[in-house]
Nanobody
Framework: QVQLVESGGGLVQAGGPLRLSCTTFGLPFSAYAMSWFRQAPGKEREFVADINWSGGRTNYADSVKGRFTISRDNTKNTVYLQMNSLKTDDTAVYYC?????WGQGAQVTVSS
């Protein structure tokens, strides 16, 4: 059974950092690209960042470029999202995605 388990969400002050992790089970992790999405209250789910199988290529939404970094450790079947200089607009539930599979979501709340 495929599972994506996220961790690292929480409450942080504006300007602060937070790191999300997503560990996968049930698929050959290193064969797949990974993505992060987020969904703020009352808004559509939106793309945040993705990374190819090797970690050699990444893409970011314009809204997070220069502040967020996606990375992966194929020995741990884990993808990370390092979020720096957080803004209140970054408040959302963050989801990792592998192929058609989604994590359960991690709440990130940025206070002013």
């Amino acid at each position: 059974q495929v599972q994506l388990v996220e961790s690292g969400g929480g409450l942080v002050q504006a300007g602060g950092p937070l790191r999300l992790s997503c560990t996968t089970f049930g698929l050959p992790f290193s064969a797949y690209a990974m993505s992060w999405f987020r969904q703020a209250p009352g808004k559509e789910r939106e793309f945040v960042a993705d990374i190819n199988w090797s970690g050699g290529r990444t893409n970011y939404a314009d809204s997070v470029k220069g502040r967020f970094t996606i990375s992966r450790d194929n020995t741990k079947n884990t993808v990370y999202l390092q979020m720096n200089s957080l803004k209140t607009d970054d408040t959302a539930v963050y989801y990792c995605k592998l192929s058609q599979y989604w994590g359960q979501g991690a709440q990130v709340t940025v206070s002013s």
